[in-house]
């Protein structure tokens, strides 16, 4: 398997949707930083939220994209 490149990563909705239902990706697995390193558009933030069904399935996702300031 070759690694994730250097800098900043753009991942498709369905990464995200497969990840929270704890499906195993190893290269995700690779680095716990890798996160922190991944570009969230407006468009697959949307396709997440508007994926959710009621309150308690939205809530997480808004966290997710809350901004946070150091």
Same mark, same amino acid.
């Given at each position: 398997? +070759? %690694?994730? *490149?250097?800098?900043?990563? $753009?991942? #498709? &909705?369905?990464?995200?949707?497969?990840?929270s239902?704890?499906?195993?990706?190893?290269? $995700?697995?690779? #680095?716990?930083?890798?996160? !922190?390193? &991944?570009?969230?558009?407006?468009?697959?933030?949307? =396709?997440?939220?508007?994926? &959710?069904? %009621? !309150? !308690? =399935? %939205? =809530? *997480?996702?808004? +966290?997710?994209?809350? *901004? &946070?300031?150091?």
């Amino acid at each position: 398997m +070759n %690694s994730l *490149p250097a800098g900043l990563l $753009l991942f #498709d &909705t369905g990464i995200y949707i497969r990840f929270s239902r704890g499906e195993k990706y190893l290269w $995700l697995g690779e #680095d716990a930083r890798i996160f !922190q390193r &991944t570009i969230l558009t407006a468009v697959v933030a949307a =396709e997440l939220y508007a994926g &959710t069904h %009621s !309150q !308690q =399935e %939205s =809530e *997480p996702w808004m +966290n997710f994209v809350r *901004p &946070t300031v150091p």
